[in-house]
């Protein structure tokens, strides 16, 4: 199983022939978990890695850059702080092999999914109904139940706590865990290591080129979940034909290309380095890492433009540094004060 939770990486010290003691030197893993994707996106080019690592001109450009938005937002807060207040522990454990599994997962396609060697990284210290921002802090099994304004919660058990070891909580209630081959609900509704594809337990990427889907995960590798089928990809090199069409396989573009151009309603264009400001775009994914495009629709052309510091005026998340347009302004995040 993995799950979702956020990082930071201690040092490991020997100490004599005993075993490895995290020492009181760490470091947030946002700058070292985005140079493992930069440099693994030059061995495994997947659909993942086009869209999310390609902007980058070359790797040199990539590493010097501090983690982007999504990874601060979606998978990294700031555990220095935690830390400093008490709110989780460091379990030094499960810390070797965190990075090696990391790795494993980008080249799969998954790159928000954090393997459960990381979680276990670390303890959560916060008891049953007591304030919490993310599901590190709580103790045991509980999660960080956040209230509407998405910001804040209270450590509260799934399903209160009601369900058994093979039963797991979505919505509210306790659903058998499905085996091999039964019918499943949810993304986390199999057991083990299964994936649940077309409401059907099936074994991880298992699913044959041209088999029905509804999770890449179930597709076999080196293909993707796409319109209900698993689809193979290729590599295309610039100047190449890329993207999707009805009648035709995935083609991504290799590392420091992006596919530009794309006409509709086939879905097909061709691998271009990264666009300049002033650079005619369809959406931000075909600009270069320090830009955004003026239009999010495919439909539309768009120019390249820089992206907008905090207060700037912005319609859009895509228009700000942060990832984060909130009330019309740019925002470092959604939970300000």
């Not at 990486?9 to 009181?24: E, I, K, R, Y």
């Not at 983690?67 to 702080?81: G, K």
């Not at 099994?141 to 909580?169: H, I, K, R, Y």
């Amino acid at each position: 199983m993995r799950l979702r939770f956020p990082l930071i990486f201690f040092v490991l010290v020997a100490c004599g022939d005993s075993a490895p003691q995290p020492s009181t030197e760490v470091f947030d893993l946002r700058q070292e978990y985005w140079n493992l994707l930069c440099q693994a996106a030059q061995s495994c080019q997947t659909p993942t890695s086009e869209v999310l690592i390609n902007r980058y001109r070359t790797l040199d450009e990539c590493l010097s850059t501090p983690p982007p938005s999504f990874i601060s937002a979606r998978l990294l807060p700031n555990t220095l702080e935690l830390i400093e207040a008490e709110r989780i522990e460091f379990d030094s454990a499960s810390a070797s092999s965190c990075l090696t599994d990391l790795s494993a997962a980008f080249c799969e396609g998954d790159i928000y999914t954090l393997p459960e060697t990381c979680a276990k990284s670390f303890r959560g210290q916060i008891g049953a109904g007591q304030t919490c921002e993310s599901n590190l802090e709580c103790e045991g099994e509980m999660e960080c139940v956040l209230t509407n304004d998405g910001c804040s919660g209270t450590c509260q058990m799934p399903c209160n706590g009601q369900c058994t070891a093979s039963q797991f909580c979505l919505a509210g209630s306790c659903f058998e865990l499905a085996k091999l081959a039964e019918t499943c609900r949810g993304t986390g509704g199999c057991e083990g290591d299964l994936v649940c594809s077309n409401a059907k337990c099936v074994e991880p990427n298992s699913l044959e080129i041209g088999a029905e889907c509804s999770s890449d995960k179930a597709c076999v590798k080196g293909s993707q979940c796409l319109d209900g089928e698993c689809r193979p990809w290729t590599v295309a090199k610039e100047g190449e034909p890329c993207g999707f069409g009805i009648d035709t396989d995935l083609a991504i573009c290799e590392f420091g290309s992006l596919c530009r151009n794309i006409t509709l309603p086939d879905g097909l264009g061709t691998c271009r380095s990264p666009g300049e400001q002033g650079s005619v775009c369809q959406w931000p994914g075909q600009c270069a890492a320090d830009l955004t495009c003026s239009t999010l629709m495919a439909a539309e052309s768009g120019e390249c433009e820089a992206l907008r510091e905090d207060l700037a005026p912005c319609a859009a998340d895509h228009e700000c540094e942060s990832g984060t347009c909130q009330a019309g302004s740019c925002a470092s995040s959604r939970c300000l004060e």
